[in-house]
């Protein structure tokens, strides 16, 4: 094949790692939830951490990005 | 994505010479972006400053903002990095607010924004980290290198822990430069997409002009997302500036 093609399947194929970076928000706002359901007045102390969870968590799914968009426009 | 008579949605992220400068031979253009971080740089400390003039103790609207903003920021520096880093506040905020400020003037229709390009959001990022590492040695001289070894570890275990977490020490400024830049790259990308899908589809007439309702409205909804990814996105920055800067003054994590 030639190099376009496969610089179009590498985008599509590095975007599969983004379900990696969804699974792991959901266990993070699920995980805060919980906390937050169990004892609401924690709020304020479960805040800090729970952004910086979301945080953590999402920078795997951008890295997937990253690749893919590395892929299509530079390379 | 680039299709006859089609502009890329990767020319906003252009950098133009806006006033041609060469300094000993270095390239020191006064360029787009140049323009649009002075222009953040002025409103931010123009707001600032303009807003705690009346300094009321019933603060008006735009007193209230900023007083809530520092408010804001003071709290997440005492939580995270404890009391001691009171005299770090002014770094945490000035690297939060200028950050903002970027971000959301790159919200505007057709401005640049600063904070998606790699360079910028790394020079940040590595001047923090290297300001960090001297603070941390400074303070505690090489027993700074006790971070790397946690507490109560098996001694055969210790120097492949320790490389380990140099390691990811070191990939402290990347991370942090990157989640920034990716955020802002994909966000800006997303929303050129779906305008260039409106204007298409607009273009072509009849029945598929009609269908240019359902873009528009991801598109607006995109942009309300992206203004609250802009203040996400300073915040998580200016958090994890402050959880480095707790690792280092106390050398436990």
Known sequence: MEDTAMKFLGAGIAMIGALGGGIGIGQVVAGWLGALARNPGAEGKLFLPGILGLAFAEVIALLCLLVAILLLFVV | ?253
Not at chain 2, 124 to 139: D, E, M, N, R
């Open chain 2, 1 to 253: 994505m680039s299709g006859a008579g089609h502009h890329s949605p990767l020319e906003q992220f252009e950098i133009k010479k806006l006033v041609d400068l060469q300094l000993f031979g270095w390239d020191v253009s006064f360029t787009n972006s140049t323009l649009f971080m002075l222009l953040a740089v002025a409103l931010s400390a123009g707001l600032v400053v303009w807003a705690m003039r009346p300094a009321a103790a019933v603060p008006g609207r735009f007193q209230m903002l900023v007083e809530t903003l520092y408010n804001a920021i003071a709290n997440m520096v005492s939580q995270t990095a404890g009391e001691k880093s009171r005299p770090f506040f002014p770094l945490i905020f000035s690297i939060f607010i200028f950050i903002l400020m970027c971000n959301l003037l790159g919200m505007i229709p057709h401005a640049f924004t600063v904070t998606s390009h790699i360079v910028v959001n790394f020079v940040l990022a590595i001047t923090l980290f290297l300001f960090i590492t001297a603070t941390g040695f400074a303070k505690h001289g090489l027993k700074f290198l006790s971070l790397f070894v946690p507490h109560g570890l098996p001694i055969a275990l210790a120097p492949f822990i320790f490389v380990l977490e140099l390691i990811s020490y070191l990939v402290r400024p990347f991370s942090l430069s990157i989640r920034l830049f990716a955020n802002m790259l994909a966000g800006h990308l997303l929303l050129k997409v779906l305008a260039g899908m409106v204007v298409s589809l607009l273009m072509a007439g009849g029945v598929l002009s009609a269908i240019a309702v359902l873009p528009f409205a991801f598109t607006a909804i995109m942009t309300g997302f992206e203004i609250f990814v802009a203040f996400v996105q300073a915040f998580v920055f200016s958090l994890l500036a402050c959880v480095y800067l707790r690792d280092a003054l106390e050398l436990h994590h």
